[in-house]
């Protein structure tokens, strides 16, 4: 499987708009663009997935330029409570990973009062 | 109730004994996976199951064994704990290939001591 990288950390203030890039530069053509959120000591928790432009649902959006080598996680508006560590990962459409998913360390966003 | 649920919760252990955590799920999936997380890293996959006669190995299965007792129950044991298997162990649910969502139990904190 294509390998992501991310920021190790990002720090940001409640009500701000947040984004987390995440560069896949050997991301394959069947490959989706997915994004789980994991809070201290729970499992993580699925958020958004997308295969190209902008998807977006009601917690965030995901946009994935034309040549799919980089992708943002947009958080609008955040919390306190959406502080928590948010992982990209590539997910291969034809099963070739048989549906298994790798986690790199992720990006620790913390957000401040 | 929580679809995915893990016990115990919490272990304290001493080096040379056999533990086995359990994981049991009511979405209906074929597909459980076992994943060891360590302080400031991801997650990495230990074992998984396609069903009940499909176990195998993930990118860390030295040290551990499994069993899927049914479609419900998946259980990973340490044959003899050691203190570099303290982690944090997540039990998870998928219902691939119709997606590769991936749900996660709330986790077992395990000390070897």
């Known amino acids: 499987l294509a390998k992501t990288t991310q920021p190790i950390s990002m720090d940001s203030y409640e009500g701000q708009e947040v984004n987390i890039t995440c560069s896949h530069n050997n991301i394959a053509t069947n490959d989706y663009i997915t994004w789980y959120q994991q809070f201290p000591s729970q499992g993580p928790r699925f958020i958004i997935q997308?295969?190209?432009t902008k998807v977006t649902n009601e917690v965030a959006s995901l946009f994935i330029p034309a040549d799919r080598k980089s992708s943002t996680l947009s958080l609008p508006r955040v919390s306190l409570s959406d502080t928590a560590v948010y992982y990209c990962l590539l997910s291969p459409m034809d099963g070739g990973s048989q549906g298994n998913l790798i986690f790199g360390k992720g990006t620790k966003l913390s957000v401040k009062p | 109730d929580a679809d995915v649920t893990q016990t115990p919760r919490n272990r304290i252990t001493k080096t040379g004994k056999r533990i086995m955590l359990e994981c049991s799920q009511t979405k209906g999936h074929d597909r459980m996976y076992w994943y060891r997380q360590d302080p400031g890293l991801g997650l990495r996959l230990i074992y998984y199951?396609?069903?009940?006669?499909?176990?195998n190995k993930g990118e860390i299965s030295d040290g551990y064994s499994v069993s899927r007792q049914a479609q419900a129950k998946f259980s990973l044991s340490l044959e003899s704990a050691i203190p570099n298997q303290t982690a944090l162990y997540f039990c998870a649910t998928s219902d691939f290939p119709r997606t590769y969502e991936q749900y996660f139990g709330p986790g077992t904190r395990l000390t070897v001591t």
């Open positions: 997308g295969y190209k």
């Open positions: 199951s396609f069903d009940v006669k499909d176990i």
